[in-house]
């Protein structure tokens, strides 16, 4: 089944610990990308890739950082995770971004 | 930060009513995509639309492209309880690669 998979799901953690959020698709697309969704500010890209090796900054890239190594994988680390890091975030992939964005189930943080 | 406005943020309306949500920038876009959300899972898209003055029909949901591709509707007729949910605009920019989304229109249909 073509998916996108992240994890952990859900995380509950507190200042300053270093986290990572895994994401992986096994669709062979070029293009991935982060984004974070809090309320009245809907979704806003954070990292995204063109490819491997690629990485770019969205509108929000600070205090993440992303890796792109292999095509399948985009982990998303949070070096010194603060309380307004706190969000819903999700993880996408497509062929490219002119194309449909197919989105993982989310990971729901909380930094206390 | 190039913006996509929305327009409106909540819509509450009857079973059998119409509507129409509005995606504005001020920027031309290289391809705009319409998403629907379900709370806690990831947007899905439903059209994409690529040519300025583009018409697209999906059931009972009617999507358009303005001529200058500056921005973006869609109409649903006839609206359903099934079709509650966060309707997102979003696309790509001309400039570059960067996705954006707009703030999104929550609808909920009464049955």
């Known amino acids: 089944e073509a998916q996108v998979t992240q994890n952990p799901r859900y995380l509950i953690t507190v200042t300053g610990k270093k986290l990572t959020v895994t994401c992986s698709q096994n669709?062979?697309?070029?293009?991935m990308s982060w984004y974070r969704q809090d309320p009245g500010l809907g979704l806003r890209q954070i990292y995204y890739?063109?490819?491997?090796?690629?990485?770019d900054k969205g509108d929000v890239p600070e205090g993440y950082k992303v890796s792109r190594k292999e095509k399948r994988n985009f982990p998303l680390i949070l070096e010194s995770p603060s309380p307004n890091q706190t969000s819903l975030y999700f993880c996408?992939?497509?062929?490219?971004?002119?194309?449909?964005?197919?989105f993982g189930p989310g990971t729901r943080l909380t930094v206390l | 930060t190039q913006l996509l406005e929305q327009s409106p943020q909540f819509l509450s309306i009857q079973e059998g009513e119409n509507l129409t949500v509005y995606c504005n920038s001020s920027?031309?876009?290289?391809?705009l995509q319409w998403y629907r959300q379900e709370p806690g899972e990831g947007p899905v898209l439903l059209v994409t639309?690529?040519?300025?003055?583009e018409v697209k029909k999906l059931k009972r949901l009617t999507f358009q492209f303005g001529d200058a591709r500056k921005d973006s509707s869609l109409h649903i007729t006839a609206a359903q309880p099934g079709d509650t949910g966060l309707y997102l605009c979003?696309?790509?920019?001309?400039?570059?690669?960067?996705?954006?989304f707009g703030t999104g229109t929550s609808l909920t249909v009464i049955p």
């Open positions: 920027s031309v876009f290289s391809s």
């Open positions: 890739s063109m490819n491997v090796e690629v990485t």
């Open positions: 639309v690529v040519t300025g003055g």
């Open positions: 979003a696309g790509v920019f001309r400039t570059g690669n960067q996705f954006y």
């Open positions: 996408a992939s497509s062929p490219n971004p002119l194309h449909e964005q197919f």
């Open positions: 669709m062979n697309h070029e293009y």
